[in-house]
């Protein structure tokens, strides 16, 4: 994919692994759309305001960008997370974590989908070591990201030859993704975080492979990351 001619659709793209896939995009000539609640602190592209809890408004945002640009690439950034025991995370909050980490990934790919097959364009999903393995006081960002690794290797499977699909997972970055958490939820002091921008080079890597070449799965980490393998 040439990206300096590429319109490319980032959710989560105002903060973390968005914001510096956003960049990075950016620096290569691309045109962005970024949809998050929030506005990006540095603009970064064209944002759009939406809440991807609400699937139905992801997918008719997506319809819009799609029906006027087109869209070549869709990279699904968007994460959030309520740790803590099963019995004390009331439903809403449970729910939501599945709504944007999953749910929005399925909505935004299929509003794009019809401009995907058209153009043979691309689809990247970001996933987590917790799409892997289990942790207690995560049941609904395991539920959630191990519903991401399903989906898109089923997804790889259904548009084989037809549209480019990666599953990214990245270990634990160095974002605001923490931020607010009960200490216990927190990175220990001695934690070493990949750093975003890293992450984002690996996903636009994935992105700019040729014709006839695709990236399945990457997994992209800290050397000393403790929830892989």
């Known amino acids: 994919m040439q990206l300096d001619r590429a319109s490319v659709i980032v959710t989560g793209g105002s903060s973390g692994l968005g914001a510096a896939v956003c960049s990075a995009l950016q620096r290569r000539g691309a045109t962005v759309a970024n949809l998050d609640r929030r506005p990006p602190a540095t603009p970064t592209g064209d944002w759009h305001k939406v809440d991807l809890a609400d699937t139905e408004a992801t997918e008719a945002a997506v319809r819009v960008i ?7 690439a869709v990279v699904t950034c968007a ?14 909050r449970w ?6 980490n999953l749910l929005a990934t399925a909505a935004v790919v299929r509003a794009a989908l019809p401009s995907l097959l ?10 987590s070591t917790l799409g892997h393995t289990a942790a207690a006081d995560a049941t609904a960002y395991c539920a959630s990201k191990w519903g991401v690794v ?15 699909v990666t599953l990214v997972t990245p270990g634990g970055m160095s974002t605001a993704f923490f931020d607010g958490r009960d200490e216990r939820y927190k990175p ?10 890293d992450i984002a080079d690996a996903i636009v890597y994935a992105l700019e492979r040729p014709p006839g070449v695709e990236l399945r ?13």
């Open 188 to 197: 220990g002091p001695d934690a070493v975080l990949a750093n975003p921008a």
């Open 66 to 72: 799609a029906g006027s640009d087109g869209v070549d």
């Open 95 to 100: 729910e939501g974590v599945v709504a944007v």
């Open 118 to 127: 058209a153009r043979r364009g691309r689809i990247v999903t970001v996933a």
């Open 217 to 229: 799965e990457l997994v992209v980490m800290s050397p000393v990351e403790t929830s892989w393998p």
């Open 79 to 92: 994460g959030i997370d309520h740790p803590g025991p099963l019995r004390d995370i009331d439903r809403a």
């Open 150 to 164: 399903g989906f898109t290797r089923a997804l790889t499977a259904e548009l084989k030859g037809e549209v480019g």
